[in-house]
């Protein structure tokens, strides 16, 4: 079965580039059948899509959010990644990959990393 | 992007039926799926499409829909129940944007 694996800094400075990478096991990003997804959630909030990947590399992004996002894919290494730059306290939060299907079905999602925006 | 509206809270006694809400433009074209998280972990996929449980899901799960309101209901509900549930569907933009409700906190007394 598919599993995902969040990995990355668990402290970030504010300004700086929040970056994480999901290693995909089980399956292949390079299925055309899924897209793959970051999506987040503060202390205590609730659940915020960040953007998603297709394994052509094509990206769709939450538009609040979208000029500070970038996901890439490494279909070599079977890993996507986020990167979100101008990191504020605001940005602290667990980060979740998750697989998309048809329909936005998000399963299975990662474990979720905390990420803490602080000095 | 659209917005999905849930209910902050709702709670239901052991036993009893509860029925979650999830409403939004988004759900006239698109079937809600949801979500169950407790405390601590990540979601977990409960309900998806028209009204399908994945493997492992009780079938006191259930789920409908009727114009821009989907509904996710528990027949008999668990203590194990007692968790956060979120909806969430496409965006009605046509776009694979996705869009996430709010989130209930289920209480089960």
């Known amino acids: 079965q598919v599993q995902l694996q969040e990995s990355g800094p668990g402290l970030v400075k504010p300004s700086e580039t929040l970056s994480l990478t999901c290693t995909v096991s089980?399956?292949?990003?390079?299925?055309?059948?899924?897209?793959w997804s970051w999506i987040r959630q503060p202390p205590g909030k609730g659940l915020e899509w960040i953007g998603n990947?297709?394994?052509?590399?094509?990206?769709n992004h939450n538009p609040s959010l979208k000029s500070r996002v970038t996901i890439s894919v490494d279909t070599s290494k079977n890993q996507f990644s986020l990167k979100l730059s101008s990191v504020t306290a605001a940005d602290t939060a667990v980060y979740y990959c998750?697989?998309?299907?048809?329909?936005?079905?998000?399963?299975?999602w990662g474990q979720g990393t905390l990420v803490t925006v602080s000095s | 992007s659209s917005e999905l509206t849930q209910d902050p809270a709702v709670s239901v006694a052991l036993g009893q039926t509860v029925r979650i809400t999830c409403q939004g433009d988004?759900?006239?074209?698109?079937?809600a799926n949801w979500y169950q998280q407790k405390p601590g972990q990540a979601p977990v996929l409960v309900i998806y499409?028209?009204?399908n449980r994945p493997s492992g899901i009780p079938d006191r799960f259930s789920g409908s829909s009727s114009g821009n309101t989907a509904s996710l209901t528990i027949t008999g509900a668990q203590a194990e129940d007692e968790a956060d549930y979120y909806c969430?569907?496409?965006?009605?933009?046509?776009?694979?944007?996705?869009?996430f409700g709010g989130g209930t906190k289920l209480t089960v007394l």
């Open positions: 998750a697989r998309v299907s048809l329909g936005a079905v998000i399963d299975p």
């Open positions: 089980g399956g292949s990003v390079s299925s055309g059948s899924y897209y």
């Open positions: 990947i297709y394994y052509s590399g094509s990206t």
């Open positions: 988004s759900l006239r074209s698109y079937y």
């Open positions: 499409g028209k009204n």
């Open positions: 969430n569907s496409r965006d009605s933009s046509g776009n694979p944007l996705l869009v």
